[in-house]
């Protein structure tokens, strides 16, 4: 079978043409649509000052994603490989691989980036500016993740990269890092956090049913145990300057499955209108054996 070509007339973008998003630290050009070039690719510039970070980690199921380094030096997540790109250098990320960009610590970074066959995006762009100035809520583009093949994942490799950033004292201006605790003995002992907020990223570790005075709450009690761990869970997004609403991705792990919609009871009592992407996970069992449930929350704060 052969395969379509595009078709479209000769397309040329003007750079005083282009439409501007965002601004410094993170500045967007957008030149090229999918619609202007009949599918064929849709392109835009980002240009990155003084170590700020991109896009977050995200996948596309059905496009490539080229990354040419106009100028400076980028940091580009290529599923489990973190490579630095100069001037010039290209990378191109196939379809389905996590990736996501920053300029490399104490950098500039000037990139042109095209996205291959093309998907009309320029309204998620657009979304992004207007979550950022607080005109819409940040749900609002993670109910596009299929319209606009943009689907954000999770990444702990772009995550220590961001972490050793700060560890080294490169963390772009742009990023601040919070560690926020519980009281727990076992965070130093573990060396752990109940969770972090490095910049508008926030990460709330597996959260167990704990007791107000110690123990378990509700043993036994599937649903009971998945408020508990919401309520821990919710008090440590409010410490780092988040809320539920801002919850983009959740997983529920409990030691019986079978038990899922008991959890599943709770988790839509408080997200029931946020919808993040969530993930219901089976483990043999827990450090404690009368937890049942733990909960992991991801939220992204809008500027």
């Avoid at 300029?103 to 309204?123: C, K, M, N, Q, Y």
């Avoid at 029931?272 to 450090?287: G, K, M, N, W």
Wanted: charged share 15%; aromatic share 6%; hydrophobic share 40%.
């Amino acid at each position: 079978m052969s395969t379509p070509v595009p078709s479209h007339h000769v397309v040329l973008v003007r750079q005083a043409e282009a439409e501007v998003v965002g601004g410094p630290p993170v500045t967007g050009r957008l030149y090229a649509d999918s619609s202007a070039t009949g599918g064929a690719l849709s392109s835009q510039r980002i240009t990155l000052q003084h170590g700020a970070a991109g896009a977050t980690p995200h996948h596309h199921t059905g496009s490539s994603e080229l990354f040419y380094v106009i100028s400076g030096t980028a940091e580009i997540l290529t599923g489990e490989r973190v490579l630095t790109a100069g001037e010039g250098d290209l990378i191109v990320v196939p379809p389905g691989t996590v990736h996501a960009f920053a300029a490399a610590p104490g950098s500039d970074a000037d990139l042109l980036i095209i996205l291959t066959p093309g998907v009309e995006r320029f309204e998620y762009f657009r979304q992004l500016q207007r979550i950022a100035a607080g005109q819409a809520p940040l749900e609002s583009v993670l109910r596009t993740q299929d319209l606009y093949d943009n689907h954000f994942d999770n990444s702990p490799i772009w995550q220590q990269a961001l972490a050793t950033r700060q560890q080294s004292g490169q963390t772009p201006m742009t990023t601040s890092r919070r560690l926020v605790s519980s009281g727990s003995p076992l965070e130093p002992e573990i060396g752990f956090s109940r969770a972090v907020r490095a910049g508008p990223y926030i990460w709330v570790a597996g959260t167990a049913p704990i007791a107000d005075g110690g123990g378990t709450t509700a043993p036994g009690d599937v649903f009971a145990q998945s408020v508990r761990c919401l309520d821990i869970a919710e008090q440590a997004l409010q410490e780092a300057g988040a809320s539920l609403a801002d919850v983009a991705r959740t997983r529920v792990m409990l030691t019986d499955i079978g038990q899922w919609r008991q959890a599943a009871r709770a988790h839509a009592q408080r997200f029931a209108q946020v919808r993040p992407v969530t993930t219901f996970i089976e483990v043999s069992r827990f450090v404690d054996p009368e937890w049942l449930v733990e909960f992991e929350l991801d939220a992204i704060v809008p500027d």
